[in-house]
């Protein structure tokens, strides 16, 4: 037994269905190892890799469509990889990246699940410097802008994999770190814009979320 509890969903992602194993619940944790512990993630937050976001969705959901020929694509914070999984399927160059222990393993079956090739994966740590890891076109993320340390740490994650020409698209539910980002980013070159998503209907407006597009 691995410690911890899953489900099944299938989600409708574009016209395609997927199967996405995923985290039976928040209150999931398993950590006999210590893996996650060594690397700052707390029982607290060990679960939210694990979980199907609806800022993960309409991130994956606009992958359906985005043109992405000929373009080398970095995924930051995969979590269950659902963007992944849709670019994958439609064959473009990606790379699923997340530091949770368990994010490759889930990664892994869903690919397999949904009869998807291999997804190359990188365990990546936004605060060390990973030489190998090259550059990319178009680097995307859901939700990873909800800690405001984490802005600075992503803005330099950005620097050190964008391409001379980039294009960088984050699924934003509104946690109030955006605007931080965006400077970080312009400094950097790129010129921002953002469209107001529905992301969860529930929400009240101002938390129903937007995607934040930055082209350089």
């Known amino acids: 037994m691995p410690g911890y509890l899953t489900r099944e969903l299938r989600l409708q992602l574009g016209d395609r269905h997927y199967s996405i194993r995923a985290l039976e619940d928040r209150q999931q944790f398993s950590d ?11 029982s607290a937050n060990w679960s939210l890799f ?3 976001w609806p800022a993960g969705v309409a991130l994956a959901e606009a992958m359906t469509t985005f043109e992405v020929a000929g373009k080398r694509v970095l995924e930051l914070g995969c979590g269950l990889g659902l963007s992944s999984l849709v670019l ?3 064959e473009a160059q990606v790379v699923a990246s997340d530091h949770h222990p368990l994010a490759e393993t889930f990664l ?3 690919a397999s699940a949904n009869g998807l090739p291999h997804v190359t994966f ?3 740590s936004w605060a060390r410097t990973d030489a190998a890891l090259g550059r990319f076109d178009l680097i995307i993320g859901a939700d990873i802008l909800y800690e405001r340390d984490h802005v600075d740490l992503l803005a330099a ?3 050190r994999h964008g391409e001379a020409h980039c294009e960088v698209l984050i699924a934003d539910p509104g946690r109030g770190n955006a605007n931080h980002f965006s400077r970080a980013l ?3 070159g790129y010129t921002a814009s953002e469209s107001r998503r529905a992301f969860d209907p529930e929400l009240p407006e101002r938390r129903r979320g937007r995607m934040l597009s930055y082209v350089r």
């Open 186 to 188: 312009q400094h950097q």
């Open 88 to 90: 994958q399927q439609r």
């Open 122 to 124: 990188r365990h990546l």
């Open 32 to 42: 006999a190892d210590g893996a996650a512990e060594r690397i700052g993630i707390s």
């Open 157 to 159: 994650v950005l620097h």
């Open 50 to 52: 694990g979980q199907v």
């Open 108 to 110: 892994m079956h869903n």
